[in-house]
């Protein structure tokens, strides 16, 4: 299923696409953001009694920050906590303590693609080596972008075996590019603004993309169901980022229309 949002708008075919790596393509970080929002309430739960809206709020900053290192939750986490009257930890230790928590379910997961107890394509989004495969062959330009850690991006795409099917692989490390600086390093290697679309499932890509002309297709894919339906939340926050398509997964043959401008 592919939800258009607002008018169809004709556009050329998009030469170059940027992916966002977690919750987009890959799911080996998934069910990431209950374990984020479940430490923060050992935390924001000592210092307020509406534990629902309090787990609201925070919910609210962790997905305006999705797709940006860590850290920008983390701070706005201890901005939280600071403004009910607590004594905050710095972001890095709280970034660290989440971390801890994510690694047992990331290396268990991990570890079962390396022993062969589970296909590389359970931690795939539906449809993406497909997609992937489709656009070498149309000679569009692929890239790869994420806040999560260069060297664990590069190692994972690995060994789920898409690494080889993008151009570049951009994590989050000092020397390599911020998303936006990849869009404007796309655009200036001879593309019109509107020849760069960006799948991700996260606002700062989609609202990035809309910021540079590009055009911005967001994954609301509800991990619970398998990546086959639409997750609710994520899907407005999506469209209030700027998105200009909605997909739940790759599965659908017209999402290829939608990358070639004919959709």
Not at 101 to 113: A, F, I, K, P
Not at 121 to 145: F, H, I
Request: charged residues 25%; proline residues 3%.
């Amino acid at each position: 299923m592919i939800e258009r949002i607002g008018k169809r708008v004709s556009r050329p075919s998009a030469r170059a696409v940027m992916f966002d790596f977690d919750g987009t393509v890959a799911l080996v970080r998934a069910g990431w953001m209950p374990i984020m929002l479940d430490m923060m309430m050992e935390t924001l739960g000592k210092l307020g009694s509406n534990h629902a809206a309090l787990r609201a709020e925070a919910e609210r900053y962790v997905a305006r920050f999705t797709g940006l290192d860590t850290l920008h939750q983390m701070s706005a986490f201890a901005d939280h906590v600071r403004s009910l009257g607590g004594k905050p930890l710095s972001p890095a230790q709280y970034k660290a303590e989440f971390i801890a928590s994510l690694e047992q379910e990331r290396n268990g997961r991990l570890r079962s693609v390396r022993s062969g107890e589970r296909p590389a394509s359970d931690l795939l989004v539906p449809g993406t080596v497909e997609l992937l495969q489709a656009l070498r062959l149309r000679n569009v330009r692929v890239y790869l972008a994420s806040g999560t850690a260069h060297d664990d991006i590069v190692y994972e795409s690995g060994l789920l075996g898409i690494a080889e099917l993008f151009d570049g692989i951009f994590g989050s490390a000092p020397h390599k590019m911020t998303k936006r600086e990849l869009l404007e390093w796309i655009i200036a290697s001879g593309l019109r603004r509107d020849e760069v679309l960006t799948f991700g499932d996260g606002r700062v890509e989609i609202e990035e993309t809309k910021a540079v002309g590009g055009i911005a297709v967001g994954v609301a894919t509800d991990e619970e169901s398998g990546c086959l339906e639409v997750d609710a939340k994520k899907r407005g926050w999506l469209i209030e980022a700027g998105a200009d398509y909605i997909i739940p997964n790759y599965l659908d043959e017209d999402v290829i229309d939608l990358v070639t401008g004919d959709l």
